[in-house]
């Protein structure tokens, strides 16, 4: 009796020398559905750290949308561990941030209030006044600036960094408190502790100066 040999399975489809799959594949960006791409533009996007390995992706025939690290394209993942959890990284540059437009204007107000009793004092002594300066303008938009870029570099080492952060981070602080909130599944507290900070600011301000 001859003995029935059955076929061996099929091998898988790679459309190109680097074993990539042939299937373009859909991925999730900026909170919507982007492509359809080829793996070879995944594969970038990921060296660029455009996508992370927890972008969820979809190709026809998948029944539901799964995370790169759990998908076909798995093997452009391998190499890069997965990002750490949002509990574990530290908010300390993002609430110095969140409290900075406050602290700002406390330093304002003194100045103007000593101007005002300066120039009080000097109209009473009949001698010249010479109103101080206030915080440079560029002083707040550099601390700013670097603080936001500070904290964005250690979202990067830890899986987290990417280009709309790394802007809005150096150039967009309150956006940039959002998105990393959003980005480490964190509640936004110091984003909207720095709104609050900023309108107690004014008010501070406001207050010495009417």
């Known amino acids: 009796m001859t003995e029935e040999l059955s076929a061996p399975?099929?091998?898988?489809?790679?459309?190109?020398p680097n074993n990539q799959p042939s299937t373009e594949w859909y991925y999730v960006a900026n909170g919507s559905r982007q492509g359809p791409v080829p793996a070879s533009?995944?594969?970038?996007?990921?060296?660029?750290?455009?996508?992370?390995?927890d972008t969820q992706v979809w190709r026809k025939g998948m029944p539901e949308w799964k995370s790169l690290r759990e998908s076909d394209l798995a093997e452009f993942v391998a190499a890069e561990p997965p990002a750490i959890s949002g509990q574990y990284i530290g908010n300390g540059y993002v609430w110095t941030l969140a409290l900075?437009?406050?602290l700002i204007g406390v330093i304002?107000?003194?100045?103007s209030a000593s101007n005002q009793e300066a120039a009080a004092r000097s109209l009473v002594l009949g001698l010249p006044y010479h109103p101080s300066n206030g915080l440079p303008f560029q002083i707040p938009?550099?601390?700013?600036?670097?603080?936001g870029w500070l904290d964005d570099r250690k979202l990067k080492?830890?899986?987290?960094?990417s280009r709309v952060t790394r802007v809005t981070a150096v150039l967009f602080q309150p956006v940039y408190l959002f998105l990393r909130a959003k980005r480490l599944k964190q509640r936004p507290y110091y984003a909207v502790a720095w709104i609050i900070s900023f309108i107690a600011g004014l008010l501070i301000y406001a207050s010495v100066e009417g």
């Open 141 to 147: 938009l550099l601390v700013n600036a670097l603080l």
């Open 41 to 53: 533009a995944i594969r970038e996007l990921l060296k660029r750290k455009e996508l992370k390995t």
């Open 108 to 111: 304002e107000a003194v100045v």
């Open 157 to 161: 080492q830890e899986g987290y960094g």
């Open 100 to 102: 900075l437009p406050l």
């Open 9 to 16: 399975p099929p091998l898988p489809n790679f459309g190109d």
